[in-house]
């Protein structure tokens, strides 16, 4: 089982796009934080050891990759990156939904 996870973050750092699909991913740590795969490459030794010997409040050890579908961007606990859902729905991924964007003339 913990061995599956460390192969799962492995794949994650090599891939961290599903494929086929280009699907965004995200590592959750067991303290419910997201990691980029920038960070998990950085830090792969520390999250091995930190998921194959699990102690309190550890901010190391990896709980599962899943894809990221949707919701709210994640920020990366270490390097406070944004990581946005495959379909994100954010101003920075679809800007031009919102017309209102130029300041309002109050003179009138
Ligand atoms: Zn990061
Ligand atoms: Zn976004």
């Known amino acids: ?4 996870i ?4 492995k794949d994650y750092i090599r ?11 995200v590592l959750v740590m067991s303290d419910g ?7 998990a490459a ?3 030794r520390l999250i091995v050891e ?3 010997n699990q102690v309190p409040l550890d901010q190391w050890a990896a709980d599962y ?10 920020q ?9 859902a495959a379909y994100c729905e954010c101003q920075e991924c679809e800007p031009g939904d919102e017309p209102g964007d130029e300041p309002e003339e109050v003179n009138q």
């Open 76 to 84: 990366c606990e270490h390097c406070y990156a944004t990581i946005h």
């Open 33 to 39: 934080a997201v990691l980029c795969h920038a960070c």
């Open 15 to 25: 891939a961290p796009f599903a494929f086929p699909g280009g699907y965004q991913k």
């Open 65 to 74: 990759v899943d894809l990221f579908l949707e919701g709210e961007p994640e």
């Open 6 to 9: 460390i192969e799962r973050v």
């Open 42 to 44: 950085d830090n792969f």
């Open 50 to 52: 930190s998921t194959r």
């Open 1 to 4: 089982m913990k061995n599956h």
